[in-house]
């Protein structure tokens, strides 16, 4: 059975910064790609950062580039966001997700391309 547990969230200060971590059991992390999305109220699911499996290639989105790192431990099978210089505009709910089909070129960036979701953490930034 696939688990991905996602710690790390709360409350911060706009300019401050949190580590998300994401453990997995039952799924080995280091033949996957791997992702972390977030969505706000109201708003649709968005993909803040993903990783290939080979730890080579790295997206992040726009509004995070610079601020957000995603990385790997796959000794641990644990996938971490480290968010800094963290603005209002983060405030969302964090899932970390796994891509298990392997299929060769860019890395997944849409919701409906990863097969496996941790249950979510809250990160709210407070202005």
């Known amino acids: 059975q696939v688990q991905l547990v996602e710690s790390g969230g709360g409350l911060v200060q706009a300019g401050g910064s949190l580590r998300l971590s994401c453990a997995a059991s039952g799924l080995t992390i280091s033949r996957y790609d791997m992702g972390w999305f977030r969505q706000a109220a109201g708003k649709e699911r968005e993909c803040v950062a993903a990783?290939?499996?080979?730890?080579?290639?790295?997206y992040y989105v726009d509004s995070v580039k610079g601020r957000f790192t995603i990385s790997r431990d796959n000794a641990k099978n644990t996938v971490y966001l480290q968010m800094s210089s963290l603005k209002p505009e983060d405030t969302a709910v964090y899932y970390c997700a796994a891509d298990t089909r392997r299929i060769p070129g860019s890395m997944a960036t849409v919701a409906d391309e990863y097969d496996y979701w941790g249950q979510g953490t809250q990160v709210t930034v407070s202005s």
């Open positions: 990783i290939r499996w080979s730890s080579i290639s790295t």
